[in-house]
């Protein structure tokens, strides 16, 4: 098994220590951090990617419904003994879908078996089992409820709270300004109930992306997560039925997010995490020549294993010397586009120049 202790020699581990980075407000001996996702849900796991290296762990995630269920806000049962949901989040799902009976049974039963106290107990020994920053993490979809569990939070000495802010912009009735409303609401929220430093991680449906996030970044937070990677429908032809894509990115899907952390960096005022299709060192120092504050990584721990940590964090010391970076300062956001007025512009003329010379 690979750790920092038995990978690193001592030349090695200075440049670790070099490596430290400001997060959050948060010291963070690097800027890897272990993303919100099944693996960090267990109390071993989140031990052994300390062990390994990561810089700070992100908690799966709470489940707003989960939280409507037990403040009992979300059911109503009629005269006739019918049960139907009352809160339904209406900021991306009509009331009707979560009527539907198997949405109902799904989000009760789950709701059931994950409660709110349970959450509260596993922040509260993830948090002594390591001593890198744990940030908790919850996904939303409304304001409500908050005040039931926010405080709660903060007791069990997380470092910091991670909103996954999930809006998929299908519904008709609702204008790009009725959407982007939820996000300024729930962060208004939250932040009269916690003092913990907020992270806000956000997908890429934004009709003006740039400008979206740099308001957002206004908006008392600590840090923007970018992006995340949402649920992907598919088609099976061969049932003609619905199906998902891969719920894994491939390490091709890292462009996506190094483009925008290269526009917005330094036109944010607020750290940005780079998220999303990261599987090894070139992606993870990519993202931080492009300005990223931090990394997160989730598909490339189920992929790769927990070694991807001490080799991603090896590989970066090594390339730091050979390009001679004494700390990761030296060489973040370096290659941001910060002194572009208009980066669409110069991206226009790459697009042509490459496309029109393939016949
Ligand atoms: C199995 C699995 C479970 C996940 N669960 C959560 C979650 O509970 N909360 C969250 O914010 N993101 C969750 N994610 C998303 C990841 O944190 C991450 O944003 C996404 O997978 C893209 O990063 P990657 O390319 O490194 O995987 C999950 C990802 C996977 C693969």
Known sequence: MLTIGSYLNKEKRTIMENLQTSYLGLKLRNPLIAGSCGLTNSISNIKELAKRGVGAIVIKSLFEEQIHVETEKVIKTDQDGVRTFTHAPETIFSRRIYDYDEAYSYIYDFAKRNTIEKYLDFLKEAKSSVDIPVIASINCVSNQDWHAFAKKIEETKVDALELNIYILPSDWRRSGEDNEKIYYDIIR???????????????????????????LSQSGIKGLVLFNRPYNTDIDIDTIGLSHGSIYSSSEEFTHTLR???????????????????????????QLLAGAT????????????????????????????????????????????????????IERVQFMKLYSGIE
């Open 260 to 286: 925008w952390i290269s526009i917005l960096s330094g036109h944010v005022s607020c750290d940005l995490s780079a998220s999303t299709g990261v599987h090894d060192y070139k992606a993870f120092i990519k």
């Open 294 to 345: 931090t990394v997160q990584i989730a598909s490339a721990l189920y992929r790769e294993g927990f070694d991807v940590i001490p080799e991603i964090l090896n590989k970066t010391g090594e390339w730091m010397k050979t390009h001679s970076f004494a700390t990761v300062g030296s060489f973040r956001g370096k290659l941001s586009k910060s002194n572009l007025e208009n980066p669409a512009a």
């Open 189 to 215: 929220e939250v932040r009269n109930y916690v003092n913990l430093p907020i992270a806000v991680k956000i997908g890429y449906y934004f009709s003006s992306l740039a400008q979206s996030v740099q308001k």
